[in-house]
């Protein structure tokens, strides 16, 4: 008896070749991994480099959070190397809401403050992992699961994380469910989230605000 197996994996891909810088023409490129490729001849220092991941984003917001990317759209050179990074700044008590990045796993260093932070897992444990960092300190949110960030200090935090992907993506769960467009319906919301019709309607009406 012979035996079939198919694998899917969600993670990006290993190059075929040093560096496919992203380019926006398809003249003369080849479609890979989601972005076209520069012609090697024409790559330059530039292609591979960031400038600002000192500034601090604007936490002036009501999830009190801001989060700066630097990913294949700020650096071309990251096209198919699987890697990015990000900036979070953190109000007093500011947090980075429960949200999960789909292609990636991500690795936190706190620079400066105190995080309360977390992830679930799957169900049907749904068990959660949380930890209090402060400067310093590392932790790691696996791939695909629901994770936060919240600051408990008095002062602003500060972390920096990278990301095994170039473009991890980022799904805020109360963002995607309470202000998707269209918006689902309430009565679907109600019975899974066990809420009253009018209070799923009220949740649905505000805005959500991504910090990403």
Not at 73 to 95: C, F, H, K, M, W
Not at 119 to 131: A, C, D, G
Not at 156 to 167: E, F, H, P, T, W
Request: glycine share 8%; net charge negative.
């Amino acid at each position: 008896m012979a035996l079939v197996s198919s694998l899917a994996s969600a993670f990006d891909p290993s190059p075929l070749q040093d560096t496919c810088v992203a380019i926006a023409e398809p003249e003369n490129a080849v479609f890979v991994n989601g972005k076209f490729c520069k012609n090697p001849n024409l790559t330059k220092a530039e292609d591979f480099f960031y400038s600002g991941l000192d500034k601090p984003g604007n936490i002036s917001n009501p999830v009190g959070s801001a989060v700066t990317p630097v990913n294949v759209e700020q650096i071309p050179g990251l096209n198919t190397l699987g890697i990015s990074a990000v900036r979070i700044d953190y109000a007093p008590y500011g947090q980075n809401p429960p949200h999960t990045h789909p292609r990636a796993t991500e690795i936190l260093t706190v620079l400066e403050g105190t995080l309360l932070v977390g992830f679930v897992t799957s169900n049907p444990e749904n068990r959660l992992f949380t930890k209090v960092l402060n400067k310093g300190d590392v932790f790691v949110f696996p791939i695909g699961l629901i994770h936060f960030q919240f600051n408990i200090g008095h002062t602003n935090a500060v972390a920096i994380a990278g990301l095994s992907s170039q473009n991890p993506g980022v799904i805020t769960i109360a963002n995607a469910v309470f202000g998707s467009d269209p918006a689902i319906d309430p009565d679907v919301l109600s019975r899974a989230f066990q809420l009253d019709k009018n209070v799923v309607k009220n949740l649905q009406s505000r805005f959500w605000y991504d910090n990403n």
